[in-house]
């Protein structure tokens, strides 16, 4: 069946594509074997099927990936082969740019972006009360993974010693209701 996924998952998006014609894609891979793979193989079935806009944004870095494609001649081939394909290509960082480039890929075509945010949108005209106390935020999708249990446990020992202290979670996902039982069992 692990086989089988990455084909049913490229016939999926051939059936789609045809069902609603959509003209970009945006696929979001890490540099890592797994999703380069999956994401490589979306990259050649859409540039097959005649997409024309497909942007890459590679939002993980793994340096001794990056090595192995540099030092690997048939991977370094693949790679560049692949993902040349695409329109655009972003990543996080003038290193990781620069890495990209020096594997050959145009650098008209590389480009560097951030995920951080502009604290300065949320700077308030004093018409709202702030809170005077800390305040934590928790921004994230709502999964187990990303640590929100532990924060939650954490904060009760934090509310402790800091009774000012405000927890503040932003987000959503599959572990929502969970979260908010949660919080109302533990009393936080």
Avoid at 2 to 26: A, E
Avoid at 43 to 49: P, Q, Y
Avoid at 85 to 98: D, T, Y
């Amino acid at each position: 069946m692990k086989l089988l996924r990455p084909i049913l998952d490229n016939l999926r998006l051939v059936w789609k594509y045809y069902r609603t014609g959509f003209s970009c894609v945006h696929l979001n891979p890490s540099l890592n074997a797994k999703a380069l793979l999956r994401d490589g193989l979306f990259t050649i079935t859409l540039a097959t099927i005649g997409v024309k806009g497909i942007i890459v944004f590679i939002h993980g870095w793994d340096k001794r990936e990056e090595e192995r494609i540099r030092n690997r001649r048939v991977l370094k081939f693949i790679f560049t082969w692949v993902f040349r394909k695409a329109n655009m290509i972003f990543v996080l960082a003038s290193s990781f740019r620069q890495s990209m480039i020096d594997l050959g890929f145009d650098p008209c075509k590389v480009h560097t972006i951030t995920t951080m945010f502009d604290g300065n949108i949320f700077k308030q005209d004093g018409a709202t009360e702030k809170h005077k106390g800390r305040t934590i935020l928790f921004l994230s999708r709502f999964v187990a993974e990303k640590g929100v249990y532990e924060l939650l446990e954490a904060f009760v020992e934090i509310a402790a010693t800091f009774p000012d202290a405000k927890l503040v979670l932003a987000g959503d996902g599959p572990e929502r209701e969970k979260i908010i039982k949660f919080i109302e069992f533990q009393q936080i």
